[in-house]
């Protein structure tokens, strides 16, 4: 399927933190540039997502600020 | 300031669209890794966010949506 | 490319509007039950969206109100 | 009170998650069509929401992503 | 309708400015603490959001950012 | 770092609730004006995040509904 979402990369899943509804995945989309996304607990079993797995971490536009020093 | 988000990519702006209230800022964050944001205009005029420039793209953990193949 | 939202209804394309920057999509994802998206033009064009054609409305859990009269 | 969000379904509670800050509430809007909403506990509290009551999915049309085959 | 987004900040219309698609709302809410909204033109009409008139600023807690000096 | 965010309201911190893998800090920004922010326990660790402390609520304003009467 493709997505509308603007802002998709593809890396590695290095870290999983599962708490009580929500799990933390952090995907290493970049030498040393590493995504962590909040999903729920359901999804990660669902997508069996695991550490050393591919994983595409994806973000709309919308959701993304702009820092300027 | 320093911010409760957890993905911040530092990068320099390579496209700034403009709408008539919203404007697209596209941001390398890495070689060939681009993240585009919708941000007002206002923002955008405040920041002085122009192509060129460094900028920051910050994402909420919650904001990240996981796929995988 | 399965993804961790929670929220997928698939449906069918029923109105586009294009912004500036910014395009809405109507959805039909059951009878009489329409799903409004804000996306980028950008994003309307490269997938071909236009009336007639199925789409799914994806949208994450923590993106989600719930009302209660 | 007249909300701004573009998609608001109403529909019935059939399941509800506690976590140690959030909770997941899933609302049928349509037949086998259900909505997964994660709130705070305090808000599910706060609302009394409990399986078998009418409640209301509500979606930002700016969080909907579009997904094409 | 009760809502489960914890931030519900009531205030007054101060300005309104259309886009193509979308509006920005500045909601005034406390002395000199003003919120702006992004919403639909849509949406604009369909509330009658014109300045001078009462509205709710509503934000989901999973939205909001904390920075730290 | 400036921000793109439009809304940026400095306050208090008066209470933080912690979870599994989220913690909800609770902002006083004006007389009576309490924001609630969900953010990552490591997020909350990492700014030191505690009752009393300065703290500054950031909302995109593309993540603010608006209600009216």
Do not use: F
């Not at 799990?23 to 999804?43: C, D, Q, R, Y």
């Not at 669902?46 to 300027?68: C, F, P, Q």
């Amino acid at each position: 399927m493709r997505l509308s979402a603007r802002n998709q990369m593809p890396g590695t899943v290095v870290a999983v933190t599962r708490g009580a509804t929500t799990s933390h995945v952090k995907i290493e989309v970049a030498a040393g540039m590493i995504i962590t996304a909040a999903i729920t607990n359901e999804a990660a079993e669902e997508l069996g997502i695991a550490v050393g797995r591919k994983a595409t971490a994806i973000i709309k536009a919308s959701d993304v600020l702009v820092g300027m020093e």
